[in-house]
């Protein structure tokens, strides 16, 4: 049976540390970390997500600007907004909780979003910067999927690591943080072939493919670290549906060395490290030097 990797636990220690490290800053230098969130229309699993993000921010001593737009709100508009956020002082981070509404082009909002205060990462040039292997603000469940292998691993120069999916916000991010850390890495998707067998050859395994219990068993080999980024949501035959992951959790268990579980795995670790960049963000811009204890 393998070791289950408590990302939930893990989260909480982080941000614990985030906590003490923005409660010195404000002793030190009387700086208050900000971040602002904004969401636009009603979309009700954004809406879990921003009230989450916001609850937790305030958790860890930080201030939480939220901004709630009606679905309507135009593209103007929601720059307008943005463009504000980069000029005020008090807030250092700026979320725009994606998707947005089909009228605004999310690319050009998400660019408007001053470099220095793209704490979800998704700017062109935090991108750019990632690929080029310089210091930049990096998307957050990537940064926690990485954190979970280095707590479990160590040391993660030469192993051989095969990510599944390879969208913009998961796939190529973790990849790019996977071949920092030196590892071998393979980038699979849906037209990769023997996709079973490229996973045998793995000594970490990342899924994010978003297809239920997909990796299955006989892809892993014994020992392998598996990180299950996948949140699925399937019928659970009661009439209510359940979360499950990209991995096929129970069979996988009796094969990999340690695995994640869904829920409770990499999912509390995407806010952990948005609070994470955040603080980053915070010191970058007013000069201090970013505390160890958050690396
Ligand atoms: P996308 O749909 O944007 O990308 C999925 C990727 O998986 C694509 O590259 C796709 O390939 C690939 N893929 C799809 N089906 C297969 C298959 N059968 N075999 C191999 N590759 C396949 O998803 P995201 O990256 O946004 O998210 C992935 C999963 O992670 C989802 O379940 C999502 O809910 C979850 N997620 C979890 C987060 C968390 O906080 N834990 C945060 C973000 C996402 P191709 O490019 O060829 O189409």
Redesign the pocket.
């Known amino acids: 049976m393998s070791e289950v990797i408590d990302g939930k636990k893990f989260a909480e220690g982080l941000r614990q540390r985030i906590a003490q490290a923005v409660t010195d800053l404000s002793r030190q230098h009387r700086i208050t970390p900000g971040l602002a969130v904004v969401l636009v229309g009603e979309n009700p699993a954004s809406q879990v997500y921003v009230r989450n993000k916001s609850r937790q921010t305030r958790e860890a001593g930080m201030e939480s600007f939220e901004f709630r737009l009606s679905a309507d709100t135009s593209e103007h508009e929601l720059v307008g907004l943005v463009e504000r956020l980069n000029n005020d002082p008090k807030v250092h981070g700026i979320l725009v909780q994606l998707p947005l509404p089909g009228h605004i082009a999310e690319e050009k909002v998400v660019n408007m979003i001053s470099v220095e205060k793209d704490v979800d990462g998704f700017h062109v040039e935090n991108v750019g910067k990632l690929s080029i292997g310089e210091d930049s603000l990096v998307p957050c469940?990537p940064a926690g999927c990485i954190m979970l292998l280095k707590d479990r691993l160590g040391d993660l120069s030469g192993k051989r690591a095969v990510v599944?999916?390879?969208?913009n916000?998961?796939?190529k991010p973790v990849s790019m943080l996977l071949l920092r850390h030196h590892c071998t890495v393979t980038i699979?998707?849906?037209?990769?072939r023997n996709?079973p067998e490229v996973c045998r050859e793995a000594d970490i395994v990342v899924a994010?493919?978003?297809?239920p219990e997909?990796v299955k068993d006989d892809w892993i080999k014994p020992g392998a670290v598996v990180i299950d980024?996948?949140?699925?949501r399937v019928d659970s035959g009661e009439g209510k549906g359940r979360l499950v992951g990209?991995v096929d959790y129970e069979k996988v268990a009796d094969v990999a060395g340690a695995l994640t579980p869904v829920p409770g795995g990499?999912?509390p670790m995407?806010i952990a490290c948005l609070l994470r960049n955040t603080l980053i963000a915070t010191c970058r811009q007013v000069g201090v030097t970013v505390p160890d204890c958050i690396a």
């Open positions: 469940t599944i999916g390879r969208s916000i998961v796939g699979a998707h849906s037209r990769t996709l994010a493919a978003g297809v997909m980024v996948g949140i699925n990209d990499v999912g995407t």
